[in-house]
């Protein structure tokens, strides 16, 4: 078996080989708990998750760190405005502590509904001040930062290749670009550290160095992932949106003090658009994995849809593709509990299915070879156990499934029990009545051998 994985730093489908023979860290930028996740965010989880079973697949133990952005993330990825943290405090009338809080308490049950495995670390921003403060410093001391009235920037024109990652050309920014700059040198430098404004009342804010305030949103990353998984680690992945920004100034950061490009991979996930707008948080108006749970939609149903679509493609979020996914999860589903345990995995099947997920996570054409196993002529519990095998990367909790207790309306289940009744009193010609009455209404009624 061997897996190839597509690099947006250099572009390419390339082989993967663990830094450390047998081990694997993977660096997943977390949620900003300001609000809920919507089923975009949680489509970039599906395909992190996806990767790191396909890791596991191919037998290495992987140290999966996801943070939890509970500071410094602004309004503007071109470090302006308010702080989303404070912003969605003030709209919910709440702390900004009680809502990160409650918001990472509600991610982490979204996580736990789409059978995402639980990364080895959670780190918090809030819980890594010190951290940040130790790397901003470093890079004072080598001389990558300067101050403004309002903060410590990052100098990007002091480090060769800025923006590689994202094919940024320099010169292009600064003649396209049209926003306030404030007291920064270039547009393409970025807060460390800001300043709380004078009389300021930021519920979150520390002391430093340079004076009272909170970080940046980028310098979290690469002082968390430096500290969970050293400063040159295998896979860091986000969504495609953090290419040109925070992934970009992570890597300047690091490089910086640690001359490393933080990851040997960059994977990105591409978006899921809703009536083809990109969906986001701050339009006020997203799904929730919890509204489709509340119109009846299974939590695997979603996770079936993302797996339809490459992740690398844009995929298109639409009642009719939701609906198609919840009925292709029911068949497989159905076929699944129909077949008895026992046998072994078909090698043939299996060694098909690997190497789709193993050639860049081809989870479509994955999802074909099982469609496949399913129709084949194997033995009932030779299918089931090839499946078993694909079901450690899909993650669809095939086996955990049991079909749904029948919902028997009251009206129904009053006149089933009259038709009982008749029945222990012998009246032949009402139990005959009342079951044609069922019958109409679309329910067969089964008697027993012993009544
Ligand atoms: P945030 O909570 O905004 O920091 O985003 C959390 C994750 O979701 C990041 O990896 C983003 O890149 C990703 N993301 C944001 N919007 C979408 C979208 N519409 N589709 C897929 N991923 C997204
Ligand atoms: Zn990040």
């Not at 993977?26 to 809920?36: A, I, K």
């Not at 099982?370 to 095998?389: N, Y």
Request: net charge negative; glycine share 8%.
């Amino acid at each position: 078996m061997s897996l190839a994985l597509y690099d947006t730093w250099s572009r390419t489908v390339r082989p993967f080989t663990p830094l450390q023979p047998g081990h694997v860290g993977l660096y997943c930028c977390g949620p900003t708990v300001y609000d809920h996740a919507h089923i975009g965010n949680l489509r970039t989880y599906v395909f992190e998750d996806v990767l790191r079973r396909v890791l596991e697949l191919n037998g290495y133990s992987v140290r999966h760190v996801v943070n939890i952005t509970d500071v410094g993330h602004l309004v503007s990825d071109a470090d302006e405005g308010e702080d989303k943290m404070e912003k969605g405090s003030r709209r919910a009338g709440e702390s900004a502590w009680a809502i990160a809080q409650r918001y990472t308490a509600a991610f982490q049950a979204d996580w736990r509904a789409l059978n995402l495995l639980e990364p080895a670390e959670w780190p918090r921003a809030t819980d890594h001040i010190p951290e940040q403060l130790v790397f901003i410093e470093a890079l004072e001391r080598k001389g990558f930062t300067y101050g403004t009235s309002d903060g410590i920037y990052f100098d990007t024109t002091r480090q060769d290749g800025y923006g590689h990652l994202a094919r940024l050309d320099r010169a292009g920014l600064w003649a396209g670009m049209r926003v306030a700059m404030g007291e920064k040198r270039n547009v393409s430098d970025f807060a460390l550290w800001k300043f709380s404004p004078p009389a300021s009342r930021r519920q979150m804010e520390w002391d430093s160095p340079w004076g009272r305030g909170f970080p940046g949103w980028h310098i979290e990353c690469s002082a968390m992932s430096a500290k969970y998984l050293g400063p040159w680690f295998d896979i860091h992945c986000g969504g495609e949106d953090h290419v040109a920004v925070h992934h970009s100034n992570e890597i300047a950061q690091t490089q910086a003090c640690h001359g490393t490009r933080l990851a040997n991979f960059w994977m990105h996930g591409h978006f899921l658009t809703l009536d083809d707008r990109k969906m986001a948080k701050t339009d006020g108006d997203f799904l929730r994995l919890q509204t489709l749970i509340d119109q009846g939609t299974d939590p695997m149903a979603y996770r079936y849809l993302c797996l339809s679509a490459h992740y690398r493609s844009t995929l298109r979020y639409t009642d009719e593709a939701i609906h198609a996914a919840q009925s292709a999860l029911d068949r497989l589903r159905k076929a699944y509990a129909g077949w008895p345990l026992g046998g072994t995995a078909d090698e043939g099947f299996v060694a098909r299915f690997n190497a789709e997920v193993n050639q860049d996570l081809n989870l479509p054409r994955a999802l074909a070879v099982v469609w496949a196993l399913v129709r084949s002529d194997l033995p009932p519990e030779v299918r089931r156990a090839t499946v078993d095998h694909a079901d450690t990367v899909l993650g669809l909790r095939l086996s955990g499934w049991a079909a749904p207790a029948l919902a028997i309306p009251e009206d129904i289940a009053a006149l089933f029990a009259q038709r009982q009744a008749a029945r222990d009193a012998r009246d032949w010609a009402q139990a005959d009545r009342l079951r044609a009455v069922l019958k109409a209404r679309g329910w067969q009624v089964e008697d027993g051998a012993s009544k």
